[in-house]
């Protein structure tokens, strides 16, 4: 079992950045993969980006070149860089840890809200 602890969400105006941190609470050296996704008001949850174990990192098209998704296993935390946001980057965004044998895991979600 893993549980997952997102944190640094908030309020940000258009054109500004965010980091979200996920905290895992054992190893994760036999997860397959991390991700994070998100979920607007009213809307579906979305992919947002992966990083596999082997450190191949996939983006949403909406958040290629604005988005950085990266880890540090030592610390056995999943990080997302979000730049250049905009209005509907709004969201709670949720982070997923899939095992090797794909179980997965999700966090409790932290709200981004873009406004100015």
């Known amino acids: 079992q893993v549980q997952l602890v997102e944190s640094g969400g908030g309020l940000v105006q258009p054109g500004g950045s965010l980091s979200l941190s996920c905290a895992a609470s054992?190893?994760?050296?036999?997860?397959?993969?991390r991700g994070w996704y998100r979920q607007a008001p009213g809307k579906q949850r979305e992919w947002v980006a992966t990083?596999?174990?082997?450190?191949?990192?996939n983006y949403a098209d909406s958040v290629k070149g604005r988005f950085t998704i990266s880890r540090d296993n030592a610390k056995n935390t999943l990080y997302l860089q979000m730049d250049s946001l905009k209005f509907e980057d709004t969201a709670v965004y949720y982070c997923?840890?899939?095992?090797?044998?794909?179980?997965?895991?999700w966090g409790q979600g932290t709200q981004v809200t873009v406004s100015s």
């Open positions: 997923k840890a899939r095992s090797s044998r794909y179980i997965d895991y």
């Open positions: 054992k190893s994760v050296l036999s997860i397959r993969s």
């Open positions: 990083i596999t174990s082997g450190g191949t990192t």
